[in-house]
T-cell receptor, first 116, second 114 residues
Framework: EADIYQTPRYLVIGTGKKITLECSQT?????MYWYQQDPGMELHLIHY???????EKGDLSSESTVSRIRTEHFPLTLESARPSHTSQYLC???????????????FGPGTRLTVL | KNQVEQSPQSLIILEGKNCTLQ??????????LRWYKQDTGRGPVSLTI?????NTKSNGRYTATLDADTKQSSLHITASQLSDSASYIC?????????????FGTGTRLLVSP
């Protein structure tokens, strides 16, 4: 069982603020992911990382940026939040040495962001 | 286009009853199919994972089936409990090595009523 933590769990901020959503995992997972999920909708991949100093954009265009300086941390930053950024943000990771064909992703509890 | 469609969108059943959720996909190349349970405001939790060679997988009261020929999967919940109320998401993986591309369905929202 993987332990993935996300903070804050809930965030309400005003337009134009800079925010960072934290994601950390304690199991030494190399691959990490950020998803965006609107209520009742499917998850959309916005960023992923193969490991330290590796970051890539996902399928859904996002104005956010990520960094991966340490294996256990994968923070997501919005330089200037807007109401269109209101959503739930989910972080996930996969352990190394995966079994081919399985690659189970473990999800964090999510951060629900509201931008006023 | 890679797509995962789930039905029904929502479902209400009485506690103790069984139910079956459906998933149809058009994802290629197919690697595996997962069912996740997502409680409101929480991250998804994996229930089952199946590769193309597996046609059934159980996890307690949850039983998933997979027909790779027709590209259909189902999740059967037996003797439902109030705690089963959640969204159930079908997710198909489109690659077998390296970076996996996951295609998510929009989920079936299940409400188990006392």
């Amino acid at each position: 069982e993987a332990d993935i933590y996300q903070t804050p769990r809930y965030l309400v901020i005003g337009t134009g603020k800079k925010i960072t959503l934290e994601c950390s995992q304690t199991m030494g997972h190399d691959k990490m992911y950020w998803y965006q999920q609107d209520p009742g909708m499917e998850l959309h991949l916005i960023h992923y990382s193969y490991g330290v100093n590796s970051t890539e954009k996902g399928d859904l265009s996002s104005e956010s940026t990520v960094s991966r300086i340490r294996t256990e941390h994968f923070p997501l930053t919005l330089e200037s939040a807007r109401p269109s950024h209101t959503s739930q943000y989910l972080c996930a990771s996969i352990p190394p040495g995966h079994r081919v064909g399985y690659n189970e992703q473990f999800f964090g509890p999510g951060t629900r962001l509201t931008v006023l | 286009k890679n797509q995962v469609e789930q039905s029904p969108q929502s479902l209400i059943i009485l506690e103790g009853k069984n139910c079956t959720l459906q998933c149809n996909y058009t994802v290629s190349p197919f690697s595996n199919l997962r069912w996740y349970k997502q409680d409101t405001g929480r991250g998804p939790v994996s229930l089952t994972i199946m590769t193309f060679s597996e046609n059934t997988k159980s996890n307690g009261r949850y039983t998933a089936t997979l027909d790779a020929d027709t590209k259909q999967s189902s999740l059967h919940i037996t003797a439902s409990q109030l705690s089963d109320s959640a969204s159930y998401i079908c997710v198909v993986s489109a690659t077998n090595t390296g970076f996996q591309k996951l295609v998510f369905g929009t989920g079936t929202r299940l409400l188990v009523s006392p």
